[in-house]
Protein backbone atom coordinates (compact mmCIF):
# COMPACT_ATOMS: atom_id res chain seq x y z
CA UNK A 1 0.00 0.00 0.00
CA UNK A 2 2.46 2.79 0.99
CA UNK A 3 4.54 1.52 -2.47
CA UNK A 4 1.14 2.63 -4.34
CA UNK A 5 1.04 5.89 -2.61
CA UNK A 6 5.00 6.59 -3.89
CA UNK A 7 3.72 6.18 -7.04
CA UNK A 8 4.02 8.99 -9.34
CA UNK A 9 1.03 8.38 -11.62
CA UNK A 10 -1.00 8.56 -8.54
CA UNK A 11 0.48 11.48 -7.38
CA UNK A 12 -0.08 13.79 -10.38
CA UNK A 13 -3.23 12.13 -10.47
CA UNK A 14 -3.69 13.40 -7.01
CA UNK A 15 -2.47 16.93 -7.25
CA UNK A 16 -4.50 17.60 -10.26
CA UNK A 17 -8.47 16.25 -8.01
CA UNK A 18 -6.45 18.52 -5.03
CA UNK A 19 -6.42 21.51 -7.25
CA UNK A 20 -9.55 20.93 -8.41
CA UNK A 21 -11.02 20.30 -4.92
CA UNK A 22 -9.32 24.03 -4.01
CA UNK A 23 -10.74 25.77 -6.89
CA UNK A 24 -14.16 24.86 -6.03
CA UNK A 25 -13.81 25.70 -1.95
CA UNK A 26 -12.35 28.95 -3.62
CA UNK A 27 -15.37 29.86 -5.49
CA UNK A 28 -17.23 28.26 -3.22
CA UNK A 29 -16.47 30.53 -0.38
CA UNK A 30 -16.29 33.58 -2.74
CA UNK A 31 -20.13 32.91 -3.25
CA UNK A 32 -20.92 32.16 -0.27
CA UNK A 33 -19.13 35.32 1.85
CA UNK A 34 -21.03 37.32 -1.50
CA UNK A 35 -24.27 36.24 -1.00
CA UNK A 36 -24.09 36.47 3.19
CA UNK A 37 -23.16 40.25 2.37
CA UNK A 38 -25.94 40.94 -0.02
CA UNK A 39 -28.31 38.92 2.55
CA UNK A 40 -27.07 40.89 5.43
CA UNK A 41 -27.37 44.30 3.62
CA UNK A 42 -31.32 43.14 2.95
CA UNK A 43 -31.91 42.95 6.87
CA UNK A 44 -30.07 46.32 7.41
CA UNK A 45 -32.22 47.85 4.41
CA UNK A 46 -35.51 46.79 6.76
CA UNK A 47 -33.74 48.88 10.00
CA UNK A 48 -32.78 51.01 8.34
CA UNK A 49 -36.20 51.96 6.78
CA UNK A 50 -38.03 51.39 9.88
CA UNK A 51 -35.64 53.70 11.97
CA UNK A 52 -35.54 56.37 8.93
CA UNK A 53 -39.66 56.13 9.71
CA UNK A 54 -39.35 56.71 13.23
CA UNK A 55 -36.52 59.83 13.20
CA UNK A 56 -39.21 61.53 11.07
CA UNK A 57 -41.74 60.92 14.10
CA UNK A 58 -39.61 62.62 16.18
CA UNK A 59 -38.22 64.86 14.12
CA UNK A 60 -41.85 66.11 13.17
CA UNK A 61 -43.06 65.49 16.97
CA UNK A 62 -40.79 65.33 19.22
CA UNK A 63 -40.76 62.38 22.21
CA UNK A 64 -44.34 62.56 22.30
CA UNK A 65 -44.43 61.84 18.60
CA UNK A 66 -42.28 59.17 18.69
CA UNK A 67 -44.04 57.22 22.00
CA UNK A 68 -46.96 57.81 19.57
CA UNK A 69 -45.12 55.91 16.99
CA UNK A 70 -44.21 53.11 19.02
CA UNK A 71 -47.35 52.59 21.25
CA UNK A 72 -48.99 52.16 17.18
CA UNK A 73 -46.40 49.23 16.98
CA UNK A 74 -47.08 47.79 19.72
CA UNK A 75 -50.79 46.74 18.26
CA UNK A 76 -49.58 46.77 14.72
CA UNK A 77 -46.17 45.67 14.05
CA UNK A 78 -43.92 42.98 12.03
CA UNK A 79 -43.92 40.20 14.83
CA UNK A 80 -39.97 40.02 14.01
CA UNK A 81 -39.39 43.75 14.96
CA UNK A 82 -38.51 45.35 18.35
CA UNK A 83 -37.72 48.32 19.00
CA UNK A 84 -36.87 50.60 22.63
CA UNK A 85 -36.64 54.26 23.39
CA UNK A 86 -34.85 55.55 26.15
CA UNK A 87 -35.11 59.36 27.35
CA UNK A 88 -33.31 59.68 31.09
CA UNK A 89 -34.92 57.13 33.28
CA UNK A 90 -38.11 56.38 31.24
CA UNK A 91 -37.84 53.83 28.89
CA UNK A 92 -40.12 52.65 26.20
CA UNK A 93 -40.32 48.68 25.15
CA UNK A 94 -41.66 47.29 22.21
CA UNK A 95 -42.91 44.41 22.87
CA UNK A 96 -43.11 45.15 26.53
CA UNK A 97 -41.42 41.92 27.72
CA UNK A 98 -38.23 42.65 25.46
CA UNK A 99 -35.18 41.66 27.66
CA UNK A 100 -31.91 43.26 26.33
CA UNK A 101 -28.10 42.91 27.60
CA UNK A 102 -28.12 46.60 29.87
CA UNK A 103 -25.15 48.20 27.78
CA UNK A 104 -26.72 47.51 24.68
CA UNK A 105 -28.29 51.15 24.56
CA UNK A 106 -24.95 52.88 25.37
CA UNK A 107 -23.07 52.59 22.15
CA UNK A 108 -24.31 54.33 18.81
CA UNK A 109 -24.34 52.21 15.23
CA UNK A 110 -24.98 48.66 14.63
CA UNK A 111 -25.28 45.46 16.69
CA UNK A 112 -25.49 41.90 15.96
CA UNK A 113 -26.35 40.03 19.06
CA UNK A 114 -28.13 36.80 20.22
CA UNK A 115 -31.92 37.57 22.73
CA UNK A 116 -31.94 35.75 25.69
CA UNK A 117 -34.83 33.47 24.12
CA UNK A 118 -31.65 32.38 22.11
CA UNK A 119 -33.25 34.17 19.12
CA UNK A 120 -30.37 36.01 16.49
CA UNK A 121 -31.41 39.75 16.20
CA UNK A 122 -29.62 42.56 14.65
CA UNK A 123 -30.38 46.10 16.29
CA UNK A 124 -29.28 49.57 15.30
CA UNK A 125 -28.84 52.34 17.91
CA UNK A 126 -29.65 56.24 17.23
CA UNK A 127 -29.00 59.23 19.45
CA UNK A 128 -31.45 62.36 19.51
CA UNK A 129 -29.95 65.71 20.28
CA UNK A 130 -32.56 66.05 23.02
CA UNK A 131 -30.74 63.09 24.17
CA UNK A 132 -33.38 60.43 23.96
CA UNK A 133 -31.63 57.04 22.72
CA UNK A 134 -33.80 54.61 20.19
CA UNK A 135 -32.58 51.24 19.29
CA UNK A 136 -34.57 49.62 16.01
CA UNK A 137 -34.11 45.90 15.87
CA UNK A 138 -35.11 43.06 13.80
CA UNK A 139 -35.09 38.66 14.28
CA UNK A 140 -32.35 37.44 11.84
CA UNK A 141 -34.36 34.62 11.13
CA UNK A 142 -34.31 34.38 7.45
CA UNK A 143 -30.94 36.09 7.07
CA UNK A 144 -29.45 32.88 9.54
CA UNK A 145 -31.44 30.08 7.62
CA UNK A 146 -30.26 31.67 4.43
CA UNK A 147 -26.76 31.58 5.61
CA UNK A 148 -27.15 27.94 7.09
CA UNK A 149 -28.40 26.53 3.50
CA UNK A 150 -25.42 28.37 2.19
CA UNK A 151 -23.39 26.57 4.59
CA UNK A 152 -25.29 23.59 3.99
CA UNK A 153 -24.90 23.46 0.23
CA UNK A 154 -21.64 24.55 -0.20
CA UNK A 155 -20.53 22.37 2.01
CA UNK A 156 -22.73 18.96 0.42
CA UNK A 157 -21.37 20.35 -2.94
CA UNK A 158 -17.70 20.25 -1.95
CA UNK A 159 -18.34 16.68 -0.50
CA UNK A 160 -19.51 15.58 -4.11
CA UNK A 161 -17.28 17.89 -5.64
CA UNK A 162 -14.48 15.59 -3.68
CA UNK A 163 -16.05 12.23 -4.78
CA UNK A 164 -16.16 13.36 -8.34
CA UNK A 165 -12.15 14.79 -7.63
CA UNK A 166 -11.00 11.47 -6.12
CA UNK A 167 -13.08 9.57 -9.13
CA UNK A 168 -11.65 11.52 -11.62
CA UNK A 169 -8.27 10.87 -10.30
CA UNK A 170 -8.77 7.22 -9.80
CA UNK A 171 -9.73 7.40 -13.36
CA UNK A 172 -6.94 9.29 -14.77
CA UNK A 173 -4.46 6.99 -13.09
CA UNK A 174 -5.84 4.21 -14.39
CA UNK A 175 -5.86 5.51 -18.13
CA UNK A 176 -2.18 6.66 -17.34
CA UNK A 177 -1.44 2.77 -16.03
CA UNK A 178 -3.04 1.32 -19.05
CA UNK A 179 -1.27 3.50 -21.46
CA UNK A 180 1.92 2.37 -20.00
CA UNK A 181 1.27 -0.85 -19.10
CA UNK A 182 2.23 -2.04 -22.99
CA UNK A 183 5.30 -0.36 -23.22
CA UNK A 184 5.85 -2.01 -19.85
CA UNK A 185 5.18 -5.41 -20.37
CA UNK A 186 7.37 -5.53 -23.88
CA UNK A 187 9.94 -3.67 -21.66
CA UNK A 188 9.56 -6.67 -19.18
CA UNK A 189 9.43 -9.12 -21.43
CA UNK A 190 12.65 -8.20 -23.90
CA UNK A 191 14.65 -7.72 -20.17
CA UNK A 192 13.64 -11.25 -19.50
CA UNK A 193 15.38 -12.08 -23.19
CA UNK A 194 13.24 -11.60 -25.74
CA UNK A 195 15.43 -9.49 -27.94
CA UNK A 196 12.28 -9.02 -30.43
CA UNK A 197 10.06 -7.78 -28.58
CA UNK A 198 8.45 -4.70 -29.75
CA UNK A 199 6.06 -1.57 -28.22
CA UNK A 200 2.69 -0.74 -29.95
CA UNK A 201 2.88 2.75 -31.08
CA UNK A 202 -0.81 4.48 -31.03
CA UNK A 203 -0.03 6.56 -34.83
CA UNK A 204 -1.39 9.47 -32.55
CA UNK A 205 2.06 11.63 -32.15
CA UNK A 206 1.45 11.92 -28.39
CA UNK A 207 3.82 11.51 -25.37
CA UNK A 208 3.09 7.38 -25.25
CA UNK A 209 3.55 7.24 -28.85
CA UNK A 210 6.83 8.91 -28.66
CA UNK A 211 7.61 6.56 -26.25
CA UNK A 212 7.20 3.06 -27.92
CA UNK A 213 8.58 4.45 -30.89
CA UNK A 214 11.78 5.60 -28.81
CA UNK A 215 11.68 1.74 -26.84
CA UNK A 216 11.57 0.33 -29.94
CA UNK A 217 14.36 2.28 -31.29
CA UNK A 218 16.56 1.24 -28.24
CA UNK A 219 15.05 -1.87 -28.30
CA UNK A 220 16.75 -2.72 -31.87
CA UNK A 221 20.03 -1.08 -30.92
CA UNK A 222 20.35 -3.15 -28.07
CA UNK A 223 19.30 -6.40 -30.40
CA UNK A 224 22.07 -5.36 -32.89
CA UNK A 225 24.34 -5.25 -30.23
CA UNK A 226 23.44 -8.04 -28.69
CA UNK A 227 23.57 -9.64 -31.75
CA UNK A 228 27.16 -8.67 -32.81
CA UNK A 229 28.63 -10.02 -29.36
CA UNK A 230 26.64 -12.94 -29.69
CA UNK A 231 28.26 -13.48 -33.09
CA UNK A 232 32.29 -12.48 -32.34
CA UNK A 233 31.60 -14.90 -29.15
CA UNK A 234 30.49 -17.90 -31.46
CA UNK A 235 32.77 -17.13 -33.75
CA UNK A 236 35.84 -17.19 -31.51
CA UNK A 237 34.30 -19.86 -29.74
CA UNK A 238 33.99 -22.07 -33.20
CA UNK A 239 37.52 -21.06 -34.40
CA UNK A 240 39.37 -21.28 -30.94
CA UNK A 241 37.42 -25.22 -31.05
CA UNK A 242 39.48 -26.26 -33.54
CA UNK A 243 42.77 -25.41 -32.60
CA UNK A 244 42.03 -26.95 -29.24
CA UNK A 245 40.93 -29.71 -30.60
CA UNK A 246 43.97 -30.42 -32.81
CA UNK A 247 46.21 -29.74 -29.81
CA UNK A 248 44.09 -32.04 -27.62
CA UNK A 249 45.19 -34.94 -30.33
CA UNK A 250 48.58 -34.40 -30.55
CA UNK A 251 49.41 -34.13 -26.92
CA UNK A 252 47.30 -37.55 -26.91
CA UNK A 253 49.96 -38.73 -29.41
CA UNK A 254 52.72 -37.06 -27.79
CA UNK A 255 51.47 -39.12 -24.26
CA UNK A 256 51.14 -42.09 -26.15
CA UNK A 257 54.67 -41.96 -27.48
CA UNK A 258 56.17 -40.74 -23.94
CA UNK A 259 58.22 -43.14 -22.32
CA UNK A 260 58.96 -40.18 -19.52
CA UNK A 261 56.78 -40.69 -16.24
CA UNK A 262 57.23 -37.32 -15.20
CA UNK A 263 57.00 -36.13 -18.98
CA UNK A 264 53.40 -38.47 -19.07
CA UNK A 265 52.41 -36.70 -16.39
CA UNK A 266 53.04 -33.49 -17.52
CA UNK A 267 50.87 -34.33 -21.22
CA UNK A 268 48.49 -35.76 -18.84
CA UNK A 269 47.88 -32.31 -17.31
CA UNK A 270 47.99 -30.11 -20.38
CA UNK A 271 45.50 -32.30 -21.87
CA UNK A 272 43.24 -31.80 -18.94
CA UNK A 273 43.19 -28.26 -19.00
CA UNK A 274 42.69 -28.84 -22.90
CA UNK A 275 39.67 -30.60 -22.19
CA UNK A 276 38.56 -27.49 -19.40
CA UNK A 277 39.08 -24.86 -22.61
CA UNK A 278 36.79 -27.19 -24.96
CA UNK A 279 34.66 -27.56 -22.31
CA UNK A 280 34.38 -23.58 -21.62
CA UNK A 281 34.23 -22.94 -25.56
CA UNK A 282 31.90 -25.44 -25.71
CA UNK A 283 29.32 -23.74 -23.33
CA UNK A 284 30.13 -20.14 -24.76
CA UNK A 285 28.93 -21.76 -28.14
CA UNK A 286 25.28 -23.22 -26.80
CA UNK A 287 25.34 -19.80 -24.30
CA UNK A 288 25.33 -17.73 -27.75
CA UNK A 289 22.90 -19.79 -29.52
CA UNK A 290 20.61 -19.71 -26.85
CA UNK A 291 20.55 -15.68 -26.70
CA UNK A 292 20.26 -15.61 -30.45
CA UNK A 293 17.44 -17.69 -31.07
CA UNK A 294 13.90 -15.99 -30.43
CA UNK A 295 11.70 -18.96 -31.02
CA UNK A 296 9.68 -20.48 -27.91
CA UNK A 297 10.28 -24.11 -27.77
CA UNK A 298 6.96 -25.77 -28.44
CA UNK A 299 7.07 -29.27 -27.96
CA UNK A 300 5.56 -31.22 -25.48
CA UNK A 301 8.52 -32.45 -22.74
CA UNK A 302 7.59 -35.23 -19.67
CA UNK A 303 9.55 -33.16 -17.14
CA UNK A 304 8.78 -35.70 -14.42
CA UNK A 305 10.60 -38.73 -16.86
CA UNK A 306 13.38 -36.37 -17.98
CA UNK A 307 14.06 -35.47 -13.97
CA UNK A 308 14.13 -39.12 -13.21
CA UNK A 309 16.84 -39.72 -15.92
CA UNK A 310 18.70 -37.31 -14.94
CA UNK A 311 18.45 -38.05 -11.47
CA UNK A 312 19.63 -42.03 -12.41
CA UNK A 313 22.31 -40.45 -14.12
CA UNK A 314 23.84 -38.83 -11.20
CA UNK A 315 22.92 -40.87 -8.42
CA UNK A 316 26.23 -42.73 -8.94
CA UNK A 317 28.29 -39.42 -9.01
CA UNK A 318 26.37 -38.11 -5.61
CA UNK A 319 27.23 -41.87 -4.13
CA UNK A 320 30.95 -41.55 -5.00
CA UNK A 321 30.88 -38.01 -2.73
CA UNK A 322 29.23 -39.55 0.05
CA UNK A 323 26.01 -37.82 -1.02
CA UNK A 324 21.94 -39.02 -1.09
CA UNK A 325 19.80 -37.77 -3.71
CA UNK A 326 16.52 -37.65 -3.49
CA UNK A 327 13.43 -37.00 -5.87
CA UNK A 328 9.84 -36.01 -5.45
CA UNK A 329 8.44 -35.66 -8.74
CA UNK A 330 4.86 -35.25 -10.14
CA UNK A 331 3.24 -35.37 -13.38
CA UNK A 332 4.43 -32.32 -15.00
CA UNK A 333 4.04 -31.71 -19.08
CA UNK A 334 6.11 -27.93 -20.47
CA UNK A 335 6.46 -26.75 -23.59
CA UNK A 336 9.99 -26.75 -24.48
CA UNK A 337 13.48 -28.48 -25.55
CA UNK A 338 14.18 -31.43 -24.23
CA UNK A 339 18.10 -31.57 -24.66
CA UNK A 340 18.22 -28.12 -23.54
CA UNK A 341 16.01 -28.98 -20.26
CA UNK A 342 18.04 -31.60 -19.82
CA UNK A 343 21.30 -30.11 -20.12
CA UNK A 344 19.34 -27.72 -17.27
CA UNK A 345 18.93 -30.24 -14.58
CA UNK A 346 22.36 -31.77 -15.50
CA UNK A 347 24.23 -28.06 -15.22
CA UNK A 348 21.82 -27.59 -11.65
CA UNK A 349 22.46 -31.36 -10.43
CA UNK A 350 26.05 -30.80 -11.07
CA UNK A 351 26.78 -27.85 -9.16
CA UNK A 352 24.64 -29.29 -6.27
CA UNK A 353 27.21 -32.33 -5.74
CA UNK A 354 30.13 -30.50 -6.36
CA UNK A 355 29.38 -27.58 -3.45
CA UNK A 356 27.86 -29.90 -1.08
CA UNK A 357 29.87 -31.88 1.42
CA UNK A 358 29.55 -35.70 2.32
CA UNK A 359 26.54 -36.67 4.48
CA UNK A 360 24.59 -33.95 2.18
CA UNK A 361 21.11 -34.66 0.99
CA UNK A 362 20.66 -33.64 -2.45
CA UNK A 363 16.46 -33.10 -2.94
CA UNK A 364 15.00 -32.81 -6.80
CA UNK A 365 11.51 -31.46 -6.02
CA UNK A 366 9.28 -31.20 -9.02
CA UNK A 367 5.12 -29.86 -8.60
CA UNK A 368 2.57 -27.88 -10.39
CA UNK A 369 1.67 -24.45 -9.21
CA UNK A 370 -1.16 -23.02 -11.37
CA UNK A 371 -0.37 -22.81 -14.62
CA UNK A 372 3.24 -23.50 -13.69
CA UNK A 373 5.84 -26.02 -12.97
CA UNK A 374 8.63 -25.29 -10.41
CA UNK A 375 11.43 -27.70 -10.33
CA UNK A 376 13.99 -26.67 -7.51
CA UNK A 377 17.21 -28.12 -6.57
CA UNK A 378 18.26 -27.83 -2.73
CA UNK A 379 21.54 -28.88 -1.26
CA UNK A 380 23.64 -28.52 1.75
CA UNK A 381 26.72 -26.55 0.62
CA UNK A 382 27.77 -23.48 1.74
CA UNK A 383 24.52 -21.48 -0.25
CA UNK A 384 25.01 -17.72 -2.42
CA UNK A 385 25.02 -14.65 0.21
CA UNK A 386 22.01 -12.94 -0.93
CA UNK A 387 24.10 -9.93 -2.11
CA UNK A 388 25.63 -12.02 -4.68
CA UNK A 389 22.34 -14.38 -5.84
CA UNK A 390 21.82 -12.01 -8.96
CA UNK A 391 25.56 -11.89 -9.85
CA UNK A 392 26.33 -15.39 -10.24
CA UNK A 393 24.03 -15.28 -13.39
CA UNK A 394 27.13 -13.62 -15.00
CA UNK A 395 29.33 -14.93 -17.17
CA UNK A 396 32.53 -16.69 -15.89
CA UNK A 397 31.60 -15.05 -12.24
CA UNK A 398 33.05 -16.83 -9.22
CA UNK A 399 32.39 -16.64 -5.79
CA UNK A 400 35.97 -16.28 -3.26
CA UNK A 401 34.34 -19.87 -1.72
CA UNK A 402 34.59 -21.60 -4.88
CA UNK A 403 37.32 -20.99 -6.66
CA UNK A 404 39.04 -23.99 -5.34
CA UNK A 405 36.16 -25.90 -7.13
CA UNK A 406 36.21 -27.25 -10.99
CA UNK A 407 34.15 -25.19 -13.00
CA UNK A 408 34.02 -22.17 -15.55
CA UNK A 409 31.85 -20.11 -14.46
CA UNK A 410 28.98 -20.64 -17.60
CA UNK A 411 26.62 -23.50 -15.07
CA UNK A 412 24.09 -20.75 -13.84
CA UNK A 413 24.47 -18.23 -16.83
CA UNK A 414 23.33 -21.18 -19.09
CA UNK A 415 20.33 -22.57 -16.85
CA UNK A 416 18.84 -19.11 -16.72
CA UNK A 417 18.85 -18.29 -20.23
CA UNK A 418 17.76 -22.08 -21.20
CA UNK A 419 15.02 -20.90 -18.84
CA UNK A 420 14.26 -17.67 -20.16
CA UNK A 421 14.23 -19.00 -24.02
CA UNK A 422 11.45 -21.34 -22.33
CA UNK A 423 9.56 -18.33 -20.84
CA UNK A 424 10.51 -18.96 -17.48
CA UNK A 425 12.69 -17.81 -14.71
CA UNK A 426 14.87 -19.05 -12.14
CA UNK A 427 15.47 -17.91 -8.78
CA UNK A 428 18.09 -18.95 -6.04
CA UNK A 429 16.52 -19.04 -2.31
CA UNK A 430 18.53 -19.78 1.22
CA UNK A 431 17.75 -23.46 1.72
CA UNK A 432 18.99 -23.73 5.18
CA UNK A 433 21.55 -25.06 5.08
CA UNK A 434 22.55 -24.72 1.70
CA UNK A 435 20.94 -23.39 -1.39
CA UNK A 436 17.77 -23.67 -3.40
CA UNK A 437 17.38 -23.29 -7.31
CA UNK A 438 13.91 -22.94 -8.30
CA UNK A 439 12.86 -22.80 -11.78
CA UNK A 440 9.46 -21.80 -13.13
CA UNK A 441 8.44 -23.33 -16.72
CA UNK A 442 5.23 -22.68 -18.33
CA UNK A 443 2.98 -25.77 -18.80
CA UNK A 444 2.17 -27.03 -21.86
CA UNK A 445 -1.87 -25.99 -22.43
CA UNK A 446 -3.57 -28.98 -24.02
Known sequence: M????????????????????????????????????????????????????????????????????????????????????????????????????????????????????????????????????????????????????????????????????????????????????????????????????????????????????????????????????AHTTDAIAHDLRTPLARLKTRLEAARSASRDASAHAEVEAAIAETDKLLATFQAMLRLARLEADTRTPETAVDLQALVQDAAELFEALAEDFGQTLTVQADAVTVKGDRDQLFQLLVNLLDNAIKYSPAGSTIMVDLRQHNDSALLSVSDNGPGIPEADRERVFDRFVRLESHRGSPGNGLGLSLVRAIARHHGGRVQLEDARPGLRVTVELPLKKT
Open 2 to 229: AARWRSPILRLALTHATVFLLAFFILGSLGYFTLRSINEDAMQRIVRRDLADLRDWHNDSGISGLQGALADRATDADPDAFYVMQFGSFAQRVPASLQLPSSLLEKKGWHDFTLPNGRPALAKVEFFPDGSHLLVGHIAWERERLNAAMRRELGMGFLLVAIMAAALAFIMSRAIARALAGPLAVASRFADGNLAARATPNASGDSFDRLALTLNAMFARIQDLVGGI
